[in-house]
């Protein structure tokens, strides 16, 4: 123990990048293969870099066969890779190169939070950073979300960086911030140059820094770096597809997403993102809100204090005196840009708040790491640990009542993981109990970190695999039936899932609505076997089975989803294609 001691001592940067190497092994890549792909959007763009992977062409994503130009390839490419680096289309290989983004996105926390004031600041933003709720979800889930958000994140990382270098090197920081806003916009479009850009021009504003953002060297090259990077793709796709390419990509999914939800859908109010904030920041939420009112109070006593015109009091209110005041004027921008520009998109979706987590992580990190030498911060500190412990202790209750009063099929569904989640939930609540009459920030801290352990445990080993079985896993067995060669396979009446591609990759005909018409057309043929996936649900609410029953015979009947096969298939080919 006395050697540990003294080589944490003499090597302090090697000890806190093996203890932040280890949490990201234990809280994201551990359990990476637990369970299944999950719908929609993981399954639609893990099948589609499947494809890619077989592709010669690896300009054009396809899905269903057919071109998919809701978004940039940059994502597709890197999961593509790790299928042909794995040998295999396995979860683990899908997922692979999301989990290296995400710990990649930690270390530069790190690093960013250690450069600009302290070791000590870095570790804990980048621990803030990692045992979030919604960062340990989607660093699980490959989606899009999480690697816009690393990207945007260090790009303005570097930009601040450049606040901190000689002369000679502010450049350097100022291209990679032009570059990762590049990578960013290769892998989801524009808003990973419209935050970064809009953060920066304020920060700058503030600071009376705008020469150095538009200064030629950093400003001219940069931008003709950021070019470089997202135009070859985009030139070939035009050429391809032309107005086409435009309309879909550009004006569709880009431009329509922030002024209205009528092609897409998911409409929310203004306010929607405040409640999904609060989740998604979990368990460190009480404490960045405890924050603001600090904030407003000290920006209100500015202004009061500040004589003159009014132009001269805001001035005062957002002026950095010293290097706290800076990067927490730079992390309130970050955070608050990204929320406006969530917030006053016409298209919501709760992982678009993925971007405000690392400010949100730099902002509580530097409380946390003042709370020693604030009493009025240790004080919130300990009432957001009651809060958080009571949250613990009370599920566990929910657990052991509510399972008395569960339906049969979900208790079956919970049986087996509901004592290891009642024990698991109390053994939290009562450890943070305990850890608060230590009165020591760092046993709380750790007791913070724990309760995340336990939570992305139960996620890898039962919640996520609970969410395939809510129906997910018939679609996948049924898919598996239809898909010897010559047949066709029909989903009927319910939202495209991408699920069934998993096994079936030929082209599957998605009827998504109640349409019988082309339904008759497509199984009413002797030659092509066509199976039909319908959702029991709409059967019984339409009553619409008398329709089926017309032209398709029952093969299998699940909780959530039936298969059908067309009356056509003569009784004795049916049986072939069952021994198939």
């Known amino acids: 123990m006395t050697k540990l001691k003294k080589f944490r001592a003499e090597h302090p940067e090697i000890c806190s990048v093996l203890f932040l190497a280890v949490l ?8 990476l293969d637990f369970y299944p792909l999950l719908d929609v959007d993981e399954t639609r763009y893990a099948i589609m ?14 899905l269903n066969s057919l071109p998919f130009m809701e978004k940039p390839p940059l994502y597709f490419w890197l999961v593509a890779v790790s299928i042909k680096i794995f040998g295999s289309f396995s979860e683990f290989a899908v997922r692979f190169p999301i989990a290296l983004i995400s710990t990649i996105f930690v270390f530069a926390t790190y690093y960013f939070g250690k450069t600009v004031l302290s070791r000590k600041f870095g570790l804990v933003s980048a621990i803030i950073l990692l045992t979030s709720v919604f960062f340990l979800i989607f660093s699980h889930i490959a989606i899009l979300d999480m690697i816009l958000t690393t990207c945007i994140s260090i790009s ?11 002369d000679i090197y502010k450049k350097y920081c100022w291209w990679f911030f032009w570059t990762f806003a590049g990578l960013g916009f290769l892998a989801k479009g524009i808003l990973a140059l419209a935050i970064p850009f809009t953060v920066m021009f304020l920060y700058c504003l503030f600071t009376k820094n705008l020469k150095e953002l538009f200064k030629p060297i950093n400003f001219i090259v940069g931008f003709v ?23 879909e990509y550009f004006i569709k999914h880009h431009f329509a997403r922030l002024l209205t939800s009528e092609y897409i859908g998911r409409k929310h109010g203004i306010l929607y993102f405040i409640p999904v904030f609060i989740v998604a920041f979990m368990p460190w939420t009480f404490i960045f809100l405890s924050t603001i009112p600090n904030v407003c109070k000290k920006l ?5 204090e500040t004589e003159g015109k009014l132009i001269l009091k805001i001035q005062a209110m957002f002026t950095a005196k010293d290097s706290e005041q800076e990067v927490l004027l730079f992390a309130a921008l970050f955070f608050t840009v990204v929320f406006i ?21 730099l902002i509580t990190g530097y409380f946390w790491c003042t709370s020693e030498n604030e009493t009025s911060t240790l004080q919130t500190i300990k009432i957001s640990t009651y809060i958080i412990a009571g949250i613990f202790i009370l599920a566990a209750l929910i657990t052991s009542l509510a399972y008395v009063f569960l339906p049969q099929p979900i208790i079956e569904m919970v049986d087996s993981f509901k004592y290891s989640v009642l024990i698991g939930c109390a053994f939290v609540g009562i450890y943070l109990m305990l850890q608060l009459k230590t009165q020591k920030t760092l046993s709380i801290f750790s007791g913070y970190v724990i309760a995340m352990f336990f939570v992305i445990t139960f996620a890898v080993t039962n919640l ?6 809510g129906g997910e896993n018939e679609l996948v067995l049924f898919s598996n039936y239809a898909k010897t060669q010559d047949t066709r396979l029909v989903t009927f009446d319910f939202a495209v899932k991408p699920s069934t591609k998993i096994n079936y990759k030929e082209h599957i005909y998605f009827i998504t609505d109640d349409n019988f018409e082309q339904l008759y057309t497509l199984v009413n043929n002797k030659s092509v076997p066509t199976f039909v996936i319908v959702k029991n649900s709409e059967v019984e609410t339409k009553g619409y089975q008398d329709k089926l029953d017309k032209y398709l015979y029952l093969v299998q009947t699940g909780k959530k989803y039936s298969l059908y096969l067309n009356k056509q298939i003569p009784e004795k080919n049916r049986l072939i294609l069952w021994i198939k």
């Not at 520009?341 to 992580?361: F, H, Q, R, W």
């Open 341 to 361: 520009v969530m917030s006053i998109s016409s298209t919501k979706l709760p992982t678009y708040i993925l971007p405000a987590l690392p400010a949100a992580a």
């Open 300 to 304: 209100y006593e500015r202004y009061k």
């Open 464 to 469: 996520f695999s609970l969410l395939y079985a």
């Open 24 to 31: 990201c092994g234990l809280f994201i890549f551990w359990g």
């Open 156 to 166: 303005l990382y570097c930009a601040f960086l450049s606040f901190r270098q000689k």
């Open 225 to 247: 770096i950021f070019l470089l990077i997202i135009m070859p793709w985009h030139i070939i796709m035009y050429r391809d597809y032309g107005w086409s390419f435009v309309n």
């Open 49 to 62: 870099s499947r494809d890619l992977s077989q592709s010669k062409d690896w300009n054009v994503l396809l």
